[in-house]
């Protein structure tokens, strides 16, 4: 695997900094795909930032409901109810259907896809997630375990500085939670690293020290500081909170 440079550690093997043109491609594609999502979502909060459409939805979320109906319930003018319907209904967050008793009626529904694109959406891709603490022997172990919960997108972990073993704490509290990491051992990031690789540190030291840096960076406390399994299960929180938000936002590359 090719390795990465870092401060203060020596290289076993050289650095490389070349980035393929297929990876470049795929980080050009990420960008162009992430910002018409984002004009997507900017348009789908406007039509929800005016507090009568807002209402509107609210109501729609257990009820159908006629024009009239909507009228009568916010109190409004026909004109307006039109106008915030067309709104909605641009941003297809609702329908409108014929009444089979009145044919004269209609009916409005939001749609399957109303609370979609609402909030954050895939932003980037990856072949593969590698976390990176200081000892590969809490944090980065528990959270590539979850993320293999989470995600069809492999996982790793690595550390700057490993240590002997996993700590027992991190062994006991993915234990509490389903996982193993009995048979896990410690690994120096350059032997683990590759250019491809989607970096996340999961320590404050380790992402200071990696010369090249992270995608992101998650400050979660060392559990082995204090040593409770209270320190342990709150590392394991937020590290599993921290996963399910990632997991959402990163696409297979």
């Known amino acids: 695997m090719a390795t990465r440079c870092m401060r203060g550690l020596p290289s076993r093997s ?126 980065s172990q528990l959270a590539a375990a979850l993320w293999r919960q989470r995600s069809e997108i492999p996982a790793a972990s690595a550390g700057t500085k490993p240590a002997e073993r996993v700590s027992p704490g991190a062994i006991a509290v993915a234990e509490r939670h389903g996982l193993d990491l009995a048979g896990a051992t410690p690994q120096h990031v350059q032997d683990v690293m590759a250019d491809t690789d989607f970096i996340v540190t999961v320590c404050d030291a380790a992402h200071e020290v990696l010369e090249r840096g992270a995608e992101l960076h998650w400050s979660v406390p060392a559990p082995g500081a204090a040593g409770t399994d209270a320190a342990y299960d709150a590392a394991f929180d937020d590290l599993a909170a921290r996963v399910d938000v990632l997991a959402e936002r990163l696409a297979p590359a």
């Open 14 to 139: 050289g650095c490389d900094h070349i980035l393929t043109t297929s990876v470049r491609s795929v980080k050009i594609e990420s960008m162009n795909s992430e910002r018409s999502d984002l004009e997507a979502r900017a348009a789908r909060h406007a039509a929800l930032a005016d507090p009568a459409r807002l209402r509107i939805v609210d109501l729609l979320t257990l009820s159908d409901l006629s024009p009239r109906e909507l009228q009568d319930r916010l109190g409004m003018a026909s004109n307006l109810i039109a106008h915030h319907l067309g709104v909605l209904e641009r941003e297809r967050m609702i329908v409108r259907t014929r009444s089979e008793g009145d044919r004269r009626r209609s009916y409005v529904h939001l749609t399957s896809a109303a609370s979609e694109g609402l909030g954050p959406s895939a932003s980037a891709a990856a072949r593969r997630v590698v976390f990176v603490c200081t000892g590969n022997s809490a944090r």
